[in-house]
Structure formats: C-alpha cells, structure tokens
C-alpha cells in the first residue's frame, strides 16, 4: 500500500495508555508509519516530553516539529494533510 | 425516527449494540469515546474467558466485535438533553438532534474532580486523573494520590517503583482499598499516609511544584511535583433529569433495565446496578438491548 505521508512521526507513550493506543491505531488505519517512544523505559525521553509539550500527559505525538497533545484526531489529520 | 439509540460505547454500550445489532433492530450508537471505563483499566483478571488482558486491549476486542456489525456510530457526540415528549424520545446532542422510540443510556461514570483551587489550571502540569497512563512521567519524583479506596491503593502501587516518595491523602479516618494492597502500601518505606487529611490548594510555576493539605486543622505544605486524583467516579447522568436516580446520581432501574420511564432504558455504571464492573457492565448491556426489542414488540 502506499504511503499517505512521508512526515516523520513521533509518539511519547506508556504501555497501558489507552488514548496511545487509539492514536496508533488511528495512524495504522490511515497508512502512516510513527516511532514510537514509550517514556516509561527511559526517564531521559519523559523529560524530553515533558520539555516539548509542556505538560505531563501521553499521548505526545511529534509530527516535524509540530507537537500535538492528546488523541486529537483533527489536529492530527491536519498536521498530516490527510 | 429510529427504533433505538444507545447512548456510550463502553462494555454495557457495546454489547447492547452487537445484541441490537442480531436482533437486526434499526439503531444508532451516539458516544464521546469507545471503551469507556474499560479502556481506563489497567490489568483485567476476572472477564471469563481471558485469564489476563489489559483494559485497554479489552476494550479494543470490544470495539472489534462491535464495528464487525457494520452499526451507525456517532462518535465523537456527546448527547446535552435528552427528554420524553408523549411517545418520541428526543436527543439532543453537541452535534444534532435525533428521535427515537427507545434509548439504552449506557453513558458510564466519569473520574470525580476535587473542586479546590488550582486543579483545572494544572490538569496535565503535573495534575492527572489517569495513574495508568501518566504515572510513568514521575519517576524520581515526589508526588500526591489523593482518595483512600481502591483506585487510590492502586496508583500507589504503580508509583511504588517509579516515584521518590508517595503521600497518599486520604480524607476518611483509615483507608478503605483492599487489605491486601493495604498491607503492600504499609511496608513501603517511600510512602507516607494522611489519613483524615484534606488537600485545599495545588500551587506551582508552569508545573505543579505543591500542595497545601489539612489535618485535624494543622495545614501542611508538601513538595509534590505530581498529583494522582483518584477519588471516585460520578454518573454521567447530568443530560436527562426528569427520571429517578438516587443520591449518587445513578438512574434507578429494575432487573428489567427499564427506568421509570416506558421506552428508556438504562445499563451499565451509570446506574444503580450493584458492582461496577466490566463483565456485569455487559452483562447489563445485553439485557437492555433484549428488553427495549421486547418493548418495541409490544407497543
């Protein structure tokens, strides 16, 4: 299948996250490849999250610079030009 | 006009939805979220059939066998009014208006706030109602739980590998968890217990760097740099207001799901069934879903 953007895409999670895994799921069904940072393995990246976004809660998703904070699937969808 | 609507899509939702949904009945699904509560939990144990599966990979099970029936799903919509006006039953939602000649208000529980200075403009700055998500973001760090049941016991002992130092402020006179993880709690070195104490005040920079708590009319200042909320849950009720609920907000039903109210139905933790929990959540779900087709039958 082809690629529906060819930004590079971040996301800040934790394992029992729901509202991670509804954003995964969201980009697998629109065909977009993420790294995926789960910050409860390395207190170094949950800083870096916390840094970027300036909050505390995951999902952070870093889309090129562009930092979106939560399951928001509009911002998502526009970040994306989907 | 619809024959039914069902208002959530956790466990008791879903499952009304998938039962409608064989019963071939013509109805639409209108929710904020899929999975409710369900995808809030962390591991679940006793849903017969998985011996262990996480709440949220649970509720993403759910969802499948739910999407498998190709239903109507609003998602997204959150319904503000919902009202019986001699036959019709009219939703009113953030998005639209529907009528309907049932309703399964299966709409769950959301985290209680604790209404004290501070808390909105810190959700998320170091403030969170969702231990199983957020508590990995403090490691080394010294936080707050605030509540004394179970939820509360239970982010403590996530935090218990993770964090400097716990406070857990409990406003009852002894802690009301499981003793079970009560005893676990006890032993730990890095914990210390509030009990009979009330958090007033959450201050901070851009973050949360503390919180003002009071015990016995002494008032403490304690240097936490994380705040779990874990003081119970409230019915999302709030939208329909002339049907009976009791004290806690939850609407009446009898083992039939019917509300006092012909054609309304209600399943799941936003009413006054007894134990909120997953399976009985569905179980609930199934039985509004066969009760409002056997109603439509007879009217």
Do not use: W
């Not at chain 1, 394992?15 to 393995?41: A, G, Q, R, T, W």
């Amino acid at each position: 299948m082809e690629k529906n953007s060819n930004k590079k895409v971040k996301i800040y999670s934790t394992p029992l996250c729901s509202y991670c895994m509804k954003v995964k799921l969201f980009l697998h069904k629109h065909n977009i490849d993420y790294d995926e940072y789960d910050v409860s393995k390395n207190i170094e990246l949950a800083e870096e999250m916390i840094k970027i976004s300036g909050q505390t809660g995951v999902p952070v998703l870093d889309i090129e610079g562009k930092i979106i904070i939560g399951y928001n699937k509009d911002e998502i969808k526009m970040a994306l030009g989907l | 006009m619809v024959d039914l609507v069902i208002i959530g899509a956790g466990p008791a939702g879903i499952t009304a939805s998938v039962y409608a949904a064989r019963k071939k009945m013509d109805f639409l699904v209108i929710t904020r979220d899929i999975g409710g509560q369900a995808a809030l939990s962390g591991d679940v144990e006793n849903y017969t059939g998985y011996q262990f599966i996480t709440g949220p990979e649970l509720a993403e099970k759910f969802e499948e066998h739910m999407r498998k029936y190709k239903i109507k799903l609003k998602e997204d919509e959150e319904v503000i009014n919902l009202e019986k006006i001699n036959d019709e039953i009219l939703i009113k939602t953030n998005q639209e208006d529907y009528k309907t000649k049932t309703v399964i208000i299966a709409s769950g529980k959301r985290s209680k706030e604790l209404g004290i200075s501070g808390e909105k403009e810190f959700k998320n700055k170091g403030l969170t109602y969702c231990a199983t998500c957020d508590a990995p973001l403090f490691a080394g760090k010294e936080v707050a739980v605030i509540g004394g049941g179970n939820s509360a016991l239970d982010a403590v002992l996530q935090l218990l590998k993770i964090a400097k130092k716990i406070y857990l402020i409990n406003n009852r006179l002894t802690l009301a968890g499981d003793l079970i993880m009560q005893e676990k709690i006890k032993q730990s070195e890095i914990v210390k217990i509030f009990n009979d104490a009330q958090i007033k005040e959450i201050f901070g920079d851009k973050m949360v760097n503390g919180i003002k708590i009071k015990k016995q009319n002494k008032e403490e200042i304690l240097p936490v740099q994380g705040i779990f909320v874990e003081i119970g849950l409230i019915p999302n009720s709030e939208f329909i207001k002339y049907i009976n609920k009791n004290k806690q907000g939850e609407i009446i039903v009898n083992c039939y799901n019917e509300t006092n109210l012909p054609g309304i139905f209600a399943a799941g933790d936003v009413t006054n069934v007894p134990e909120k929990q997953i399976i009985i959540a569905a179980g609930e779900g199934a039985k509004a879903a066969l009760g409002a087709f056997k109603y439509l039958a007879r009217v």
